[in-house]
């Protein structure tokens, strides 16, 4: 079995910027959406180490391998490695793999619905301790919004919904 030791994932050359929203920087909504799929958009060089026999298959897409190394003497040296339909095949040592992940297309309409139902509920709960929380109301009460409300947003503002096919 192959197993990703780590991922080290580079910024992007540049990113997609559908809008902004009040009170929310726009690398923050892209962030949590890049964070929740594991497809790119805008360049980046991304490095997996990965061991194990098997297939390595990248995480992230679309991934265009650069370099192939393995752990031997001390030290990486480059290797040819065999391409399967799926991956590389790996034999059982330590590989560095080096790759251009991401695209320079244009976002899917999918993608932007997610963007904007995200970026318009990271505002409104900024300014709206109520937002997400059905049948609250407001009056003479103390209301603590739940710690998990943040983890929640991708679900609450339905951008989860709208990203599943990219997961």
Partial sequence: MTYIVSEDEGEPTGRPDPGMFDGVEAGAVWERIESYITHRWGVREVVWVAEGRGVFVPRLKPATI???????DGGWQEVTLTPTPRGLELDGLTYRIVADVGSGAALPWAVVEAWQRL??????????????????????FSFQRPAAWAARAMQLSGAADMLRGYR
Avoid at 66 to 72: I, M, S
Avoid at 119 to 130: R, V
């Fill in 119 to 140: 970026g318009a509920f990271m505002s409104q709960a900024k300014s709206d301790p109520l937002v997400g929380h059905s049948g609250a109301t407001d009056g003479d």
């Fill in 66 to 72: 650069t370099t192939t190394e393995v752990w031997r």
